[in-house]
T-cell receptor
Framework: SAVISQKPSRDICQRGTSLTIQCQVD?????MFWYRQQPGQSLTLIATANQGSEATYESGFVIDKFPISRPNLTFSTLTVSNMSPEDSSIYLC????????????FGPGTRLTVT | DAKTTQPNSMESNEEEPVHLPCNHS???????IHWYRQLPSQGPEYVIHGLTSNVNNRMASLAIAEDRKSSTLILHRATLRDAAVYYCILRDVGNTPLVFGKGTRLSVIA
């Protein structure tokens, strides 16, 4: 299995500012992903974080708004830029490709409120 | 990704078995059927997955129809801790990310 930690666990931010969310895994993994879960909704995939290259974004998500870094096999960051109240969501880091297989593991999430 | 259809919500009494259905009529031959659940205020967690044969683990059983166009997640004795949103997801072999539908919200009554 993989144990994932995220920082911060929650934050309240003002519109127009940016927040960087960190994701740390306790073992090397092949794949890292970022999801968003808006209030009362299911999870939506934002992007796949690729080590050493640009992230792969899903339709509706762009690098300027959600820049992602992945400097190594255990760490990634997601930045939510120029925030608006519509960005208020839970952001979850997820990983796959551990020694045991390709089951996906999820972090506890970062609850973001934009005022 | 192939689409799955699940009931929006279901209710069960504690200690009773629960059968959560999922339809996936457009499933392809290489799609695995995965079930994840999301407990309140937590990230999703893996429950079970299968390809063609029925599967059992310590959490649940997965019954897959012979034509693979539907499946059923079976919780043998529901507990209050099993109250969660259950997601049935089709995932091709390999390391593609999970794509979530709306899932089934399971309520367990004491």
């Amino acid at each position: 299995s993989a144990v994932i930690s995220q920082k911060p666990s929650r934050d309240i931010c003002q519109r127009g500012t940016s927040l960087t969310i960190q994701c740390q895994v306790d073992s090397q993994v092949t794949m890292m992903f970022w999801y968003r879960q808006q209030p009362g909704q299911s999870l939506t995939l934002i992007a796949t974080a690729n080590q050493g290259s640009e992230a792969t974004y899903e339709s509706g998500f762009v690098i300027d708004k959600f820049p992602i870094s992945r400097p190594n096999l255990t760490f990634s960051t997601l930045t939510v830029s120029n925030m608006s109240p519509e960005d208020s969501s839970i952001y979850l880091c997820s990983v796959a490709g551990t020694r045991e297989g390709y089951e996906q593991y999820f972090g506890p999430g970062t609850r973001l409120t934009v005022t | 990704d192939a689409k799955t259809t699940q009931p929006n919500s279901m209710e069960s009494n504690e200690e009773e078995p629960v059968h959560l259905p999922c339809n996936h009529s457009t499933i392809s031959g290489t799609d695995y059927i995965h079930w994840y659940r999301q407990l309140p205020s937590q990230g999703p967690e893996y429950v079970i997955h299968g390809l063609t044969s029925n599967v059992n683990n310590r959490m649940a059983s997965l019954a897959i129809a012979e034509d693979r166009k539907s499946s059923t997640l079976i919780l043998h004795r529901a507990t209050l801790r099993d109250a969660a949103v259950y997601y049935c997801i089709l995932r091709d072999v390999g390391n593609t990310p999970l794509v979530f539908g709306k899932g089934t919200r399971l309520s367990v009554i004491a």
